[in-house]
């Protein structure tokens, strides 16, 4: 379960140092487009050192690596995978190259005595990739998946807008697939580092769409996406009374009951409980 | 002789007790001067040197409210040098940057005695490199015009830039090409020095509502320029985008929360860095979400504030000195916006302003285990500081919050002991840093206020800890044994000596 | 003569060039040097060593790197060296 995940450049040392104080759930190492390709090196050398020197840090940590297309990836697997972190994100990713990611991590993992599963984060940027989606969330260690608007919309040849039209079917098709599979939606950033309120405008419409997340691409951002991304007083309000109710019912031994002239059954009672269940992981109860 | 911090105090100085040591001891005030004579006009420097018969071992004082664009004390320098005058006495209320040029009067012993509230730049370095012939003498704002209108700090020629003046000798700093806002650091110049001369770029017929009162004057001095408007103040101060400095102003705010600071009547100070401002600024956002209004904010004044009291957050701003245009543009228009005195401000026997506060947010170059802080030297002992208001500000408000980042450049700013102690520890109430919060065990009030915080409080050891473990522990300086000045506290005693590096 | 250079002067970043050579010299500049030198020289003696490198140059221009950053751009200049 995550709010924030939160880009960070793989070779800047000075991010790098307080890359754990801004209360991101996650943060995304960057070996990738922040880095520039003469630096991959030094980038994946950084992060591996850093790592090792930071025995516990309070958030996951996700490895943004090289996409499989690059002549980068197998390094940088090869140096940053260890227990210290608990994700790799893979760009440009699609069906073919998870279940090919998947066999490389388990390779490593062998190799190097890991005691964890690493997950994978895909980023959906590719037009493919949109229409592959339901075989993508059904990929081994997925548990999260990242729309990429950007690039995705280099690929449809659209310019992207602050409102978004341009990638609503992909928005949405990425949460029902995600959803459908119980695992995390993650909305695209918002570029536009200095506009706080457009920031929160565009969380609040993928609230609105079902994302159970969002990316950060500045510190300034999480902690927007952190209150957005949680669910609203009035629903813990209203799921704590039908919890209340709920357990009034069952020591009457009742299935089915009323609140607020309103019929409750399952789905309304897990709906509930899925609210409890986050508002608690956030400490907001 | 060691003062009760165990901090040296050499020869002739009374050493520094405790912060509240004051109210057991009686002060008596010199004379306010009066002027009976007719003001005269002048318009060059070295008449005014002729006039006033400027000589070796004058003591001659100035105001920094020109900040890094006066020219008066410069032209001044200039004066003393090719005069080739002698051990002169320079006490202006800080030296900038832009000063540089008092270096080599220092060097050629033209100017053997400094005394001044804040010190950097290059005047600042050839001080610690022991240049100055005597010790440095350094105040807190409201302990400069204690000490001079208790006649400890004698001065002979006060020479004071003034942005407009009237033939009567009133004048203000909320007009003129040259406007700066408050005149503050100038009240106890012009009430208590021998001779006072106002040196403007704007001569007019009246001044309505004076700042400074023309009864005390003795010479208006007209030149072309006193100051360059790009370098009196700064176009705006903002709020900082660093998310490290943003982190620590939502811990502080959160602090401030807690403790029940945020509340109808609230006063506050902050500085005008943007940890600051934006501590001010999340203080804002709660006053309007629940409707609060304050009654006063104080200190060197933002537009930051100036804004805040023409939304109707605050009732009143009291103002010794202003940081940007914004602020100068609201003391001329908005008749709740006061001018203050340094006196008024921060002098522990006036009725002063800082004694009203509820909360300052300060900062800090190190702070100790014994929350000691220092803002006068870094850690290899050099000038680049000073009080200013820290230590007023800190003895008066009911809860003083210090925010800092817990590393800069490796060096963590936690230290077993400072450097140098500007501010003693027993002022000071909490450390607010991005990776947590420490409150000074005395304040056992705040501790049990905070018990089921939700914030990351914790010992200061164990925040030394913290920073050890990123940046390992740096090895301890070896000071010299030549001191270079004095760190006075607010009430005339001295609270730490600064040596030569 | 074989070289190889990583890191930048950004602030908490270091600059650190590594160049064959007769003997062992390491020249470190730093803006914490008084506070630190010994700590910086204990990083690089200790990679090296876990490089298997005796006979190097290494300079360190040092902006307030931690010691992880230190040693990260210590590595990646040996490895473009031994590459060169």
Same mark, same amino acid.
């Given at each position: 379960?995550?709010?924030?995940?939160?880009?960070?450049?793989?070779?800047?040392?000075?991010?790098?140092?307080?890359?754990?104080?801004?209360?991101?759930?996650?943060?995304?190492?960057?070996?990738?487009?922040?880095? !520039?390709?003469?630096?991959?090196?030094?980038?994946?050398?950084?992060?591996?050192?850093?790592?090792?020197?930071?025995? $516990?840090?309070?958030?996951?940590?996700?490895?943004?690596?090289?996409?499989?297309?690059?002549?980068?990836? $197998?390094?940088?697997?090869?140096?940053?995978? !260890?227990?210290?972190?608990?994700?790799?994100?893979?760009?440009?990713?699609?069906?073919?190259?998870?279940?090919?990611?998947?066999?490389?991590?388990?390779?490593?993992?062998?190799?190097?005595?890991?005691?964890?599963?690493?997950?994978?984060?895909?980023?959906?940027?590719?037009?493919?990739?949109?229409?592959?989606?339901?075989?993508?969330?059904?990929?081994?260690?997925?548990?999260?998946?990242?729309?990429?608007?950007?690039?995705?919309?280099?690929?449809?040849?659209?310019?992207?807008?602050?409102?978004?039209?341009?990638?609503?079917?992909?928005?949405?098709?990425?949460?029902?697939?995600? !959803?459908?599979?119980?695992?995390?939606?993650?909305?695209?950033?918002?570029?536009?580092?200095?506009?706080?309120?457009?920031?929160?405008?565009?969380?609040?419409?993928?609230?609105?769409?079902?994302?159970?997340?969002?990316?950060?691409?500045?510190?300034?951002?999480?902690?927007?996406?952190?209150?957005?991304?949680?669910?609203?007083?009035?629903?813990?309000?209203?799921?704590?009374?039908?919890?209340?109710a709920n357990a009034e019912a069952l020591k009457k031994g009742l299935g089915v009951f009323s609140l607020d002239g309103k019929m409750v059954d399952k789905p309304v009672i897990e709906r509930a409980n899925k609210i409890l269940k986050k508002a608690k992981a956030y400490k907001l109860i | 002789m060691k003062n009760s911090l165990n901090r040296f105090v050499p020869e002739g100085f009374k050493p520094f007790l405790s912060s509240h040591d004051y109210k057991t001891k009686k002060i008596?005030?010199?004379? +306010?001067?009066?002027?009976?004579? &007719?003001?005269?006009?002048?318009?060059?420097y070295s008449h005014l040197f002729d006039e006033l018969g400027i000589k070796d071992g004058c003591t001659l004082s100035f105001h920094h409210h020109l900040r890094n664009g006066d020219y008066v004390f410069n032209e001044v320098i200039k004066e003393i040098k090719r005069r080739n005058l002698k051990n002169i006495t320079l006490a202006p209320s800080s030296i900038f940057p832009n000063n540089f040029q008092l270096v080599e009067l220092i060097e050629n012993g033209n100017v053997t005695?400094?005394?001044?509230?804040?010190?950097?730049?290059? %005047?600042?370095?050839?001080?610690?490199?022991?240049?100055?012939?005597?010790?440095?003498?350094?105040?807190?704002?409201?302990?400069?015009?204690?000490?001079?209108?208790?006649?400890?700090?004698?001065?002979?020629?006060?020479?004071?830039?003034? =942005?407009?003046?009237?033939?009567?000798?009133?004048?203000?700093?909320?007009?003129?090409?040259?406007?700066?806002?408050?005149?503050?650091?100038? +009240?106890?110049?012009?009430?208590?020095?021998?001779?006072?001369?106002?040196?403007?770029?704007?001569? %007019? +017929?009246?001044? #309505?509502?004076?700042?400074?009162?023309?009864?005390?004057?003795?010479?208006?001095?007209?030149?072309?320029?006193?100051?360059?408007? #790009?370098?009196i103040v700064s176009g705006t101060t903002k709020i900082t985008k660093d998310p490290v400095g943003l982190k620590i102003a939502r811990y502080a705010t959160g602090v401030l929360d807690e403790l029940g600071l945020i509340k109808d009547g609230l006063s506050m100070q902050t500085g005008a860095g943007g940890t600051s401002l934006a501590v001010a600024s999340y203080v804002k956002d709660l006053m309007k979400q629940r409707k609060i209004k304050g009654s006063f904010a104080s200190g060197?004044?933002?537009?930051?504030?100036?804004?805040?009291? &023409?939304?109707?957050?605050?009732?009143?701003?009291?103002?010794?000195?202003?940081?940007?245009?914004?602020?100068?543009?609201?003391?001329?228009?908005?008749?709740?916006?006061?001018?203050?005195?340094?006196?008024?401000?921060?002098?522990?026997?006036?009725?002063?302003?800082?004694?009203?506060?509820?909360?300052?947010?300060?900062?800090?170059?190190?702070?100790?285990?014994?929350?000691?802080?220092?803002?006068?030297?870094?850690?290899?002992?050099?000038?680049?500081?000073?009080?200013?208001?820290?230590?007023?500000?800190?003895?008066?408000?009911?809860?003083?919050?210090?925010?800092?980042?817990?590393?800069?450049?490796?060096?963590?700013?936690?230290?077993?002991?400072?450097?140098?102690?500007?501010?003693?520890?027993?002022?000071?109430?909490?450390? %607010?840093?991005?990776?947590?919060?420490?409150?000074?065990?005395?304040?056992?009030?705040?501790?049990?206020?905070?018990?089921?915080?939700?914030?990351?409080?914790?010992?200061?050891?164990?925040?030394?800890?913290?920073?050890? +473990?990123?940046?390992?522990? =740096?090895?301890?300086?070896?000071?010299?044994?030549?001191?270079?000045?004095?760190?006075?506290?607010?009430?005339?005693? %001295?609270?730490?000596?600064?040596?030569?590096? | 003569?074989?070289?190889?250079?990583?890191?930048?002067?950004?602030?908490?970043?270091?600059?650190?060039?590594?160049?064959?050579?007769?003997?062992?010299?390491?020249?470190?500049?730093?803006?914490?040097?008084?506070?630190?030198?010994?700590?910086?020289?204990?990083?690089?003696?200790?990679?090296?060593?876990?490089?298997?490198?005796?006979?190097?140059?290494?300079?360190?221009?040092?902006?307030?790197?931690?010691?992880?950053?230190?040693?990260?751009?210590?590595?990646?200049?040996?490895?473009?060296?031994?590459?060169?």
């Open positions: 379960m995550r709010r924030s995940l939160l880009f960070m450049p793989g070779n800047n040392p000075a991010m790098l140092q307080n890359s754990d104080v801004f209360e991101a759930d996650a943060v995304i190492y960057d070996l990738e487009d922040a880095v !520039s390709v003469t630096e991959k090196d030094s980038a994946r050398k950084l992060v591996a050192e850093f790592l090792r020197f930071n025995k $516990s840090l309070p958030m996951e940590v996700v490895i943004r690596i090289n996409g499989l297309d690059t002549d980068f990836y $197998s390094s940088d697997l090869e140096y940053v995978v !260890s227990d210290r972190i608990d994700t790799i994100m893979l760009p440009k990713a699609d069906h073919d190259g998870l279940l090919q990611l998947d066999k490389l991590l388990t390779k490593i993992e062998q190799e190097k005595g890991l005691t964890k599963k690493i997950k994978v984060i895909p980023i959906i940027e590719l037009a493919k990739s949109v229409l592959e989606i339901e075989k993508i969330v059904t990929c081994p260690r997925v548990d999260g998946v990242l729309l990429g608007a950007e690039d995705l919309s280099s690929d449809l040849d659209v310019i992207r807008t602050k409102k978004g039209d341009e990638i609503l079917y992909a928005r949405q098709r990425l949460v029902m697939a995600c !959803s459908a599979y119980k695992i995390d939606s993650i909305d695209t950033p918002f570029t536009d580092t200095n506009d706080n309120d457009g920031l929160k405008t565009d969380c609040e419409f993928a609230v609105s769409i079902g994302f159970t997340s969002k990316s950060a691409i500045h510190p300034n951002q999480v902690t927007t996406i952190n209150k957005t991304f949680v669910p609203t007083k009035e629903k813990i309000e209203w799921a704590l009374r039908v919890e209340a | 008596n005030l010199i004379k +306010e001067k009066q002027t009976s004579n &007719e003001i005269k006009m002048l318009d060059d005695k400094i005394s001044t509230d804040y010190l950097n730049g290059p %005047v600042a370095e050839a001080v610690s490199q022991g240049k100055l012939k005597n010790l440095l003498v350094m105040y807190t704002h409201g302990g400069r015009p204690l000490a001079i209108s208790t006649g400890e700090l004698t001065i002979d020629v006060a020479i004071l830039g003034v =942005p407009t003046v009237d033939k009567h000798g009133n004048g203000t700093g909320a007009i003129g090409k040259s406007a700066c806002g408050s005149l503050g650091y100038a +009240e106890s110049d012009l009430k208590y020095a021998k001779k006072v001369v106002f040196v403007t770029d704007n001569l %007019v +017929e009246k001044v #309505d509502n004076p700042q400074l009162d023309g009864k005390y004057v003795d010479y208006v001095l007209t030149v072309p320029a006193i100051g360059d408007p #790009d370098g060197g004044i933002t537009g930051y504030f100036t804004d805040m009291l &023409e939304e109707g957050l605050f009732s009143e701003l009291y103002d010794v000195q202003c940081f940007d245009l914004k602020a100068v543009q609201s003391i001329g228009k908005n008749k709740t916006h006061h001018a203050m005195s340094g006196s008024r401000y921060a002098n522990c026997y006036d009725d002063n302003i800082v004694d009203k506060l509820d909360f300052v947010i300060l900062g800090a170059t190190e702070i100790d285990l014994d929350f000691n802080v220092n803002v006068t030297t870094d850690s290899h002992g050099k000038i680049m500081g000073g009080s200013g208001g820290h230590s007023d500000t800190a003895h008066g408000a009911k809860v003083t919050v210090i925010t800092t980042n817990l590393i800069k450049s490796r060096m963590p700013i936690i230290k077993e002991k400072v450097t140098t102690v500007t501010t003693p520890g027993e002022d000071v109430d909490v450390l %607010v840093t991005e990776r947590g919060i420490a409150i000074n065990p005395k304040r056992k009030d705040l501790l049990e206020k905070l018990k089921d915080s939700r914030l990351p409080i914790m010992t200061i050891e164990e925040l030394l800890k913290t920073a050890h +473990e990123i940046t390992g522990v =740096p090895k301890n300086q070896t000071r010299t044994d030549t001191p270079v000045g004095v760190v006075v506290y607010r009430d005339g005693t %001295v609270i730490d000596t600064i040596f030569k590096v | 003569m074989k070289i190889g250079i990583a890191g930048s002067l950004e602030s908490n970043d270091a600059l650190i060039t590594v160049k064959s050579s007769e003997k062992l010299e390491i020249i470190i500049e730093s803006i914490v040097y008084d506070f630190f030198y010994e700590q910086i020289k204990a990083v690089i003696l200790d990679t090296l060593k876990t490089a298997n490198l005796s006979n190097v140059c290494v300079i360190c221009k040092d902006k307030g790197a931690l010691d992880y950053t230190i040693r990260a751009r210590l590595l990646t200049a040996i490895e473009r060296m031994e590459k060169a």
